[in-house]
Every structure is written in structure tokens, then in C-alpha cells.
């Protein structure tokens, strides 16, 4: 039996954050984390693009992965919960949204939204009172960039 695995080479990669700018101090700890992740792993020059709000980041995600110069997405943002519904549209969408444009282009992306009820949840998972999901969440694109790389040149070399 053939087993392939990803690695976490990432030496060369081209990686995009995509990020939300509504609850921007939780986001930004995210974002560290994953630029933090990246650069430990030797990928240079990122690129980081911030949008409104976390219902905007499928949109820009699929926009950046139809250019075919990324080979993974990671889409950064926080979605606290409030006093209305509001927030279970806004996190079924954007999950949703987020799994359809990698599907639709072939391209990793990586959802790294945290859906918490809590500011002190979303600091527990923002690597303020411990480990950083979008950190986390780096290492997963670069595993899936690795993955996609190998199935596509399994596919080409027959």
C-alpha cells in the first residue's frame, strides 16, 4: 500500500492570510501566530489582506486562490457570540463559504475563524493565556499545500 503523507517543508511556498478586520485584537494575535508559523518554516514574501468583516473572507480567499500565485489560503477572523442569532448565520456562512472556495478551485483553504461565546475564550485560543490556532492552522496549509502538490504531480505523471 502507497501512503502519502504531507510535510512541513514549506521552503518556497507562496501563502496568503486573508483576515478579519471585526474583533481586530483577537484577529491580529491570530495572525502572528500563523505569520510566526510561516516564517519558521522559511516561506517569504506572504501576503496578508484584510477585509471587513468574517463574512467577507470566502469571497477574498477564492478571489486570491483563482490567481493560482498561492498555494494555500488561511482565512483569520473571530466571531464572538451576542444576544442575537446573528452569530450562528454569520459562522454557518462563512464556514460553509470557506469549504466552497477550496473545493471550487482546488486551492487549501484554511478556516481559522474562532466561533467562541467569550472574549476569554477567543483570548485562550489566540495564544494569550495559551496555544494560538492560527499557528495551528498554518502548519495545516502548509501539510495540505504539500498534499495538493503531490496528488497534482501523481496526477500529471500518470
Known sequence: MDV?????????????????????PITKRLVEGAYDCLRRHHVEPLVLYWVPGA??????????????LYDAVICLGAVI??????????????????????LETGVPIIFSVLTIDTVEQAEARSGIKG????????LAAIEMAGLVRQVTRVDVMG
Open 81 to 102: 457570540r451576542g444576544e442575537t442569532p446573528h452569530f450562528d448565520y454569520v459562522c454557518s456562512q462563512v464556514a460553509s463559504g470557506v469549504m466552497h472556495a477550496g
Open 4 to 24: 502519502v503523507e504531507g510535510s512541513l517543508d514549506a521552503a518556497g511556498g507562496r501563502f496568503a492570510l486573508v483576515a478579519s478586520r471585526f474583533n481586530q
Open 55 to 68: 463574512f467577507e473572507l470566502p469571497l477574498m480567499a477564492k478571489k486570491l486562490a483563482q490567481t493560482g
Open 131 to 138: 496555544g494560538n490556532i492560527g499557528f495551528q492552522n498554518a
